[in-house]
């Protein structure tokens, strides 16, 4: 199975930015669509934002648009998350998911799933 570690959360004041990163430990995350969600306490896990595996598609869900940017990094076998003008809003933690199908408006995650990484704004 492909294993995932997501990395780069941490504290950051409201208008910060922080980059979070996805790797696969075993197989190339080059070859996978990835997708990030998140999970706020007392909350749903929602989803965020995806990249197809060539990164020819990518979807974001509206809150995000115009702030955060999903990319691919093929040297560094590394999809990034760049979250700029974070809001407390966005708290939580969050996920990267490999091998999901993308769709019109979203992502229908697998079964493989990154540990997560906590992303805390305050105001």
């Known amino acids: 199975q492909v294993q995932l570690v997501d990395s780069g959360g941490g504290l950051v004041q409201a208008g910060g930015s922080l980059r979070l990163s996805c790797t696969a430990s075993?197989?190339?995350?080059?070859?996978?669509?990835v997708g990030w969600f998140r999970q706020a306490p007392g909350k749903e896990r929602e989803f965020v934002a995806a990249?197809?595996?060539?990164?020819?598609?990518?979807v974001y869900t509206d809150s995000v648009k115009g702030r955060f940017t999903i990319s691919r990094d093929n040297d560094e076998n590394t999809v990034l998350l760049q979250m700029n003008s974070l809001k407390f809003e966005d708290t939580a933690v969050y996920y990267c998911?490999?091998?999901?199908?993308?769709?019109?408006?979203?992502?229908?995650?697998?079964?493989?799933w990154g540990q997560g990484t906590q992303v805390t704004v305050s105001s």
């Open positions: 990249i197809a595996w060539n990164g020819d598609r990518i």
């Open positions: 998911n490999a091998a999901g199908q993308i769709r019109s408006s979203a992502y229908s995650p697998s079964a493989y």
């Open positions: 075993r197989r190339t995350i080059n070859d996978y669509n």
